[in-house]
């Protein structure tokens, strides 16, 4: 249930300044700039409508742990009565303006901190309200204002008696009336004769409003539920930015009073994730890049997602529920004892995960086919555990991890697809029971050779990998087949066997020239010397590995390349004989007959 009423603004910054009203842990920092505080300060000063501002009550299942809003410093360490879901900027910028007696923190329009003190124009502000915007006045934390890069004043407010004679009212103490008389004082001393009158209509016309102003506020039921208040949230926060479950989470376990009391601390769930992040990611590279933050690549919503997917998994084995999910209601639903007791076991199989890809020759983020499924394989490895340590439990995850790469069954809406392959992976592995809809589903077209151009796709970088794992050898570095552990020691990348240049005399033969089947994974220092026709650079590289021509032409046939057709420029053949051998390769890694081509019979197209 939640209830509306209007509160005074005065009594709202009063709530704000003693603790009584703080945000909860969930939501981000302020960030408002001059020019917005500016704007919502007019507004204030003109009654005009400021927006329904959203609070939870207190003291409910859900609980938060809580955080003043910046600039308020409460005596000791207060319980909020409410926590403000939406209205933040708003209250915020009002708050540090109208009650702090300290410049306001804030930003520049380019973004650059900056402190600021507000006042109000008394000429401007008692002329037409369509002037209001330019009656409010910001100036630097030392009151002056200067031109000319700093070396010029044009306004010094350092002094009551400087404000007076500029007749500019300083707004961070509007409602401590002790202060507005003294000032009132000052200013009608200044100059009685005319700013008395002035006085008049501005206390009317500004103070007056202020005063009276308020702030229109739901309350929300202490008994409203997380996902409820996710739901609320996400529907009236004007920041643009979706809630993250992360974040909900983060607030929540902080605020568990039980580990609290056991622990005599709050659950820090960043720190927890960044542990686990860094570990995996400094053996790991294919989770992500370090320096780029730890949501890059593997994310904690993937980590959340794999360990909701054991949870409920478990819940169902023993009768509690009655699906597999990680929908986001069931990562709003992880109890905290459930996360402490399950991070270890994802972790571990996420690390597990990393050499499993390592085996497939996928060591790098830009060659991850599938972030999302390494999810239900984390999951199941989890609840396998050493159980998917057999040849025949491998054999089966690769198979099932091929079809989903190279059936392109990741690409689309995971949720689902997450649950079936989890339900039905353990039993295929375990019981040998009908293997997963990923497997049996999952079919690769020859015609899908054709328009595999770019990373975009995942059999794109699927097949790059096989090539890699199948044995590939360099053409530059001809001592061993390529490994996980050079690829970036070389520099390997997906290379065009037939460069661009060669195509420009129309030797394409009608064939695509950019596809997968005209690429295969090589060294830099080897794409250096590819130009020209194939039977010119073929030649210099034989020469420079100091190999038999021969011997070089098994080098050749380790990326599924005829090497007579290469040597001879016969792009048809090439291309033709590369794609049998590339649908083989796929084959091999699905498990199953892959979908040919309608061709003549003798065709070995």
């Known amino acids: 249930m939640a209830a509306l009423d209007n509160v005074k603004l005065k009594d709202v910054l009063a709530d704000v300044a003693s603790g009584s009203l703080q945000l ?64 933040q900027q708003r209250l915020t910028s009002l708050f540090q303006s109208l009650w702090l007696d300290a410049p306001v923190e804030t930003a520049d329009s380019r973004g650059k901190a900056i402190q600021r003190w507000y006042y109000v124009d008394i000429a401007k502000a008692v002329g037409p309200s369509a002037d209001r915007d330019e009656a409010i006045v910001s100036v630097p934390a030392d009151k002056v204002l200067r031109t000319d890069f700093n070396r010029t004043v044009v306004l010094d407010l350092s002094t009551t008696e400087a404000e007076c004679a500029a007749g500019l009212f300083p707004l961070h103490f509007v409602f401590d009336a002790q202060r507005v008389n003294e000032w009132k004082r000052a200013y009608i001393k200044a100059d009685e004769e005319r700013n008395w009158d002035r006085w008049g209509q501005f206390d009317e016309a500004v103070l007056q409003q202020v005063r009276a102003f308020q702030v229109p506020m739901i309350r929300l039921a202490a008994s409203t539920s997380m996902d409820a208040v996710c739901a609320v949230f996400e529907r009236v ?55 780029s933050g730890l949501e890059n690549g593997l994310s904690s919503i993937d980590f959340l997602q794999a360990i909701a997917l054991v949870r409920t998994w478990e819940r169902k084995q023993n009768g509690i529920g009655t699906t597999v999910s990680c929908k986001r209601r069931d990562l709003l639903d992880l109890p905290l004892a459930d996360f402490v007791r399950l991070a270890p076991k994802l972790a571990d199989a996420f690390a597990w995960v990393g050499d499993f890809l390592e085996r497939q020759s996928i060591v790098r983020p830009a060659d991850l086919p599938y972030k999302t499924q390494l999810v239900p394989l984390a999951a199941v490895r989890a609840i396998l555990d050493t159980g998917a340590d057999g040849l025949g439990a491998e054999e089966k995850t690769e198979q099932w991890y091929w079809c989903g790469v190279l059936g392109e069954m990741y690409g689309g809406s995971t ?180 979908m040919l081509r309608d061709l003549p019979e003798g065709d070995l197209r």
């Open 24 to 87: 909860p842990d969930f939501q981000r920092n302020w960030k408002w700039d001059d020019d917005r505080i500016r704007a919502i300060i007019a507004t204030v000063t003109l009654d005009y409508p400021l927006g329904v501002v959203m609070t939870l009550q207190t003291g409910g299942a859900t609980r938060f742990r809580s955080r003043t809003l910046t600039g308020a410093q409460p005596d000791g360490d207060p319980a909020a009565d409410l926590l403000l879901l939406d209205g």
């Open 237 to 291: 926060n004007t920041g643009g930015v979706p809630l993250n479950v992360f974040e909900l989470l983060t607030a929540t376990y902080a605020g568990d009073g039980d580990y609290v009391e056991r622990t005599g601390d709050y659950y820090q769930l960043p720190e927890v994730w960044r542990e686990i992040k860094q570990a995996l990611a400094s053996k790991y590279p294919v989770f992500g890049r370090l320096d």
């Open 415 to 594: 949720e689902t697809r997450f649950t079936k392959d989890v339900e039905q992976l353990v039993p295929w592995i375990t019981r040998g029971e009908r293997a997963p809809e990923t497997v049996t589903e999952a079919f690769f077209f020859a015609e899908r050779l054709d328009t595999l151009t770019t990373r975009n796709s995942a059999a794109y970088k699927g097949i790059y990998a096989l090539l890699i794992k199948q044995g590939a050898v360099d053409w530059h570095h001809t001592d061993a087949p390529l490994s996980p552990g050079r690829l970036d020691e070389y520099g390997v990348d997906v290379r065009q066997i037939f460069p661009k240049t060669w195509f420009r005399r129309g030797n394409s033969e009608g064939l695509p020239t950019s596809s997968i089947v005209n690429k295969t994974p090589l060294s830099y220092r080897a794409a250096m010397d590819m130009t020209g026709a194939p039977s010119s650079y073929l030649s210099t590289m034989v020469a420079a590995s100091d190999m038999r021509p021969e011997w070089f032409d098994d080098v050749l046939s380790t990326h599924l390349i005829d090497p007579d057709a290469l040597r001879e420029n016969d792009y048809e053949r090439f291309y033709r004989d590369r794609s049998k051998q590339l649908q083989e390769l796929v084959h091999s890694a699905m498990g199953k007959r892959t």
